[in-house]
T-cell receptor, first 111, second 113 residues
Framework: NAGVTQTPKFQVLKTGQSMTLQCAQD?????MYWYRQDPGMGLRLIYY???????DKGEVPNGYNVSRLNKREFSLRLESAAPSQTSVYFC??????????FGQGTRLTVV | QQQVKQSPQSLIVQKGGISIINCAYE??????FPWYQQFPGKGPALLIA?????SEKKEGRFTISFNKSAKQFSLHIMDSQPGDSATYFC????????????FGSGTRLSIRP
């Protein structure tokens, strides 16, 4: 039982490059989330998907797009990376009414 | 109205002491208040959670105190140990909704031997 799996774990991008962060969960959870974590700013919600086929903006969606490919997978895409997007990205999933389960994170550096 | 305010930002406690982290929320629709613990290089993991129909929940050395009228809740770590050194996040959500979980800004706790 892997839980929430994120790939890659580390990535360095040049400004303007694009990439997709992958997330998959094997717990049959309906809701999935993408957060970014920056020093002193906690976990800020980028996008979330309450159920398969739906996505909604969170607190800091600019510069990102998401796809809820199926119930298991929720990907985050950076179309044109900027240094301000240097951060640690966490994917999470949650069944209704209880806590969220987080992946191990992707440490992204944009130079 | 969606914010969860957490304090302090960092905390240093001697081994064996009591660590206290505080959070305040605004949205009275929130009905689930978890605390997450995060070690360096790892994702946050649930530590303990409370629902607003009780004023206190205890699990081992960890206790959540909840004050519904003040819209505040706090985490107490008794007999703090070096292994408790981590970042702690409070959060709030609505159980019946699949929508977002709101996190506090985090507290970096260091337990000195």
């Amino acid at each position: 039982n892997a839980g929430v799996t994120q790939t890659p774990k580390f990535q360095v991008l040049k400004t303007g490059q694009s990439m997709t962060l992958q997330c998959a969960q094997d717990m049959n959870h309906n809701s999935m989330y993408w957060y970014r974590q920056d020093p002193g700013m906690g976990l800020r919600l980028i996008y979330y998907s309450a159920s398969e086929g739906t996505t909604d903006k969170g607190e800091v969606p600019n510069g990102y797009n998401v796809s809820r490919l199926n119930k298991r997978e929720f990907s985050l895409r950076l179309e044109s990376a900027a240094p301000s997007q240097t951060s640690v990205y966490f994917c999470a999933s949650r069944p209704l009414g209880t806590e969220a389960f987080f992946g191990q994170g992707t440490r992204l550096t944009v130079v | 109205q969606q914010q969860v305010k957490q304090s302090p930002q960092s905390l240093i406690v001697q081994k064996g002491g009591i660590s206290i982290i505080n959070c305040a929320y605004e949205n009275t629709a929130f009905d689930y208040f978890p605390w997450y613990q995060q070690f360096p290089g790892k994702g946050p993991a649930l530590l303990i959670a409370i629902r607003p129909d009780v004023s206190e929940k205890k699990e081992g050395r960890f206790t959540i105190s909840f004050n519904k009228s003040a819209k505040q809740f706090s985490l107490h770590i008794m007999d703090s140990q070096p292994g408790d050194s981590a970042t702690y996040f409070c959060a709030a959500s609505i159980r019946s909704s699949a929508s977002k979980i709101i996190f506090g800004s985090g507290t970096r706790l260091s337990i000195r031997p």
